[in-house]
């Protein structure tokens, strides 16, 4: 069973820039696509951005297009969300999650997902 740990989350200003991670357990994180979902208070969990098994192709929620950057390190079994120009919309928790099947592009079921970590935006 592959575990996923997010860190990176903390308190920013409007306009700020965090570095989220999501170092994943096991030998098969090559294998599979990735994700970066959110859920704020009383909201919805919703998608934020996802990168695929290989030759790393990404895409994102347009809210956050031209300010997040997903990225991966298969060596490291590591995940990146890079978020720049923060708005008081993007406060959540952030989680990251892994896609049921292998060799995906990040568009459909995520089966393994981390415990999340806070991003608080202050205006």
């Known amino acids: 069973q592959v575990q996923l740990v997010e860190s990176g989350g903390g308190l920013v200003q409007a306009g700020g820039s965090l570095r989220l991670s999501c170092a994943a357990s096991?030998?098969?994180?090559?294998?599979?696509?990735m994700g970066w979902f959110r859920q704020a208070p009383g909201k919805e969990r919703e998608f934020v951005a996802a990168?695929?098994?290989?030759?790393?192709?990404?895409f994102y929620t347009n809210s956050v297009k031209g300010r997040f950057t997903i990225s991966r390190d298969n060596a490291k079994n590591t995940m990146y969300l890079q978020m720049n120009s923060l708005k008081p919309e993007d406060m959540a928790v952030y989680y990251c999650?892994?896609?049921?099947?292998?060799?995906?592009?990040?568009?459909?079921?995520?089966?393994?997902w981390g415990q999340g970590t806070q991003v608080t935006v202050s205006s």
């Open positions: 999650a892994k896609e049921a099947a292998p060799y995906g592009m990040g568009r459909g079921s995520f089966g393994s």
């Open positions: 096991g030998r098969t994180f090559s294998n599979y696509a």
């Open positions: 990168i695929s098994w290989s030759v790393g192709s990404t």
